[in-house]
């Protein structure tokens, strides 16, 4: 876990709760799979996590969301999707609408590899050192970029996030409008895990809760589970049906291109740019709040060409005040006529109001 990471953890716990990380960890040695952790409080479930070192390990993953879209099965993306690259537009809008089981290995953070597993095919994303590749059996296309020697981690895929991503990428949203507690300790991939939940206090965010399980032994986010208002199934859900905390074979992150593949070479955005995606910034909009109702607010001239007009926003845009709208139970994307694009854990009206200051 990188500094940045580690902090957004961090910042959650009293500084005289930090050193229990140690009694948890030493409590949690002796829980197995068979039984429970000990019991702990949620600044040392935080302050477990915070600290968590599982750096190798390999598995099995499943995501999953309900979210009142209709369903966008990678085959019917076809055109749209147009690359291997897991981070395009059409890409994204899969992840949303769409269940998925993936592979995922990591070696240190120089060394991953997800696999999403489509029908009778599969998407790779593979990270080998500087090494950035990624791949679409279907439309046999291979993507190549080198990191720069800095780089602490790969650019994140849309097509599949772990446990421990998204965990990090919620606890980036929150803060002390949140209220931490803990529920019942549970069992994830035969590993046992104690069960932290946040609850957002903004009363104008759509999420209600978010439920992480932590492995009671490393620390490793195994599922997380986000909650909308309104609705008692999880809304999104990622979690480990199977882990092994070991390093993966070497072999696993060598990757060729398959004979005939079409292979483009990218180039990544500047480190300045890939920091800030890494750590989820963004300009609020005025008026707003950071933490869970916030809203994120993206220029015209840095929204996508052509962005509004592609088949798939036109399916699920509907028309709103001053633009169109994409609402689901635990987001809002707003695309307003001037170019803009608005997005949030609010209603539509909130977008609405944002955009018209």
Known sequence: MNADTQRRWLRWIPAAAVPAVVAVGLLASGATAGSPPPPATPEQVLALAAAHTARQFSGTMEQSSDLGLPSIPG????????????????????????????????????????????????????????????????????????????????????????????????????????????????TVAGHSAYTLVLTPKAAGALVASVRIAVEAQTGLPLAVDVYAKGQDAAAFHAAFTQLTLAAPDASVFAFTPPAGANVTQQQLPSATGQHRQATGQHAPAAGTSQGWDSIAVIPADKVPAGLKDQPLMKQLAVPAKGGRVISTSLFTLLLTDDGRVLAGAVPAAALEAAAAR
């Open 75 to 186: 085959q019917a993306l076809g055109a749209a999707k147009g690359s291997a690259s897991f981070g395009s537009e059409a890409a994204l809008l899969e992840l949303l609408t769409s269940a998925h089981t993936a592979k995922v290995y990591a070696d240190g953070p120089a060394r991953e590899r997800v696999q999403v597993l489509d029908q009778l095919a599969e998407r790779d994303a593979v990270r080998n050192g500087s090494d950035l590749w990624t791949y679409d059996s279907a439309a046999h296309a291979v993507t190549h970029a080198t990191l720069p020697s800095t780089a602490a981690a790969a650019p994140p895929s849309a097509a599949a996030v772990s446990p421990d991503q998204l965990a990090q990428r919620l606890l980036a949203a929150a803060g002390p409008s949140t209220a931490v507690s803990l529920a019942q300790p549970a």
